[in-house]
């Protein structure tokens, strides 16, 4: 059976129905759907246990994001398959993020406090310096044109982790690339919570900084807009260290797809080598400005 035909045997269309891919996505395949009740984002993916990513979860996580007022609704749910409400809405670019932090900050800090009282069932900690451990297991395991590199990540990763300040658990996104940042006009949207679960909010406010390539001020006003006040030295060392590891982490994200992943137009070892080329200007910036853990 084709795509095509097993969007359209799904058991939740009124009606005839009109379908087109959606392209853009990395890992998932979703097509765009009108029926006689609208339109609806069908979005087709399977558990990718080297990527931590578990469907259930993630369809848990966006119905909570819908209850708390972030997300779209969950409109129909069945193994490896999700059918979300379509919202006319713009996707946010890299200039949309470098451009409004102030506005990233206050989303952010609504949906790190009020996640939690709508997340059920076993919570899921995401914890990057875990992940990158991880990703460098798989990437050795399966004979990756990286692993020689992989010692080198490894050092890295532990210098960053040991920068990190002791910050509350929050629920994070944990996967802020423009893409999943959606603007109607009015408000913000989240979509996308593959990796969503409990953390720190240092990756989320990193992780929106260092994939946009937000410059000094406007990653100060994204701080200052979340915490209420400026950061302090150990704070802004903290934050600088992990936009390091989220491009680190995206990194081996792209390392680890190019292994088990194929979707069209994707080239996993190209956006690898883009994002070790982020992660080279930012450690950069990182060590002029702190110099080494521990130096």
């Not at 206050?106 to 995401?126: C, N, Q, S, V, Y």
């Not at 979340?226 to 792209?254: I, K, T, V």
Request: net charge negative; hydrophobic share 45%.
């Amino acid at each position: 059976m084709s795509v095509s035909d097993r969007v359209a045997a799904l058991p939740c269309w009124t009606g005839s129905v009109e379908m087109e891919p959606l392209t853009g996505g990395l890992s998932n395949e979703s097509w765009l759907v009108t029926d006689g009740t609208g339109r609806h984002v069908v979005r087709f993916g399977k558990d990718y246990i080297f990527h931590h990513v578990i469907r259930e979860r993630e369809i848990a996580c966006a119905r909570a994001a819908h209850a708390a007022g972030f997300a779209p609704k969950v409109e129909y749910a069945a193994p490896g398959v999700m059918v979300s409400q379509f919202l006319d809405a713009r996707t946010w670019t890299e200039a949309d993020m470098r451009a409004q932090p102030e506005r990233i900050a206050r989303l952010l800090h609504d949906f790190h406090t009020k996640m939690p009282a709508e997340i059920t069932g076993p919570g899921f900690m995401f914890w990057a310096f875990h992940v990158i451990r991880d990703y460098a297991r798989t990437i050795e395991a399966g004979g990756s044109a990286f692993t020689p590199e992989l010692p080198g990540y490894l050092e890295l990763a532990a210098e960053l982790e040991a920068a990190q300040a002791p910050l509350p658990i929050v629920f994070g996104h944990n996967d802020l690339l423009p893409g999943n940042f959606l603007d109607d006009g009015e408000r913000l949207w989240l979509i996308d919570f593959e990796y969503a679960g409990f953390s720190t909010a240092m990756f989320d406010l990193a992780g929106a900084a260092s994939n946009s390539g937000m410059d000094e001020d406007a990653a100060a006003a994204l701080l200052t807009t979340y915490f209420g006040h400026a950061p302090d030295a150990a704070l802004m060392r903290s934050f600088d260290a992990m936009q390091c590891a989220s491009l680190l982490r995206e990194a081996m994200w792209a390392m680890v797809s190019d292994l088990h992943l194929s979707a069209p137009g994707a080239n996993y070892a190209d956006y690898a080598r883009e994002n070790l080329d982020r992660l080279s200007a930012a450690l950069d910036r990182y060590r002029s400005k702190h110099g080494k853990t521990g130096s």
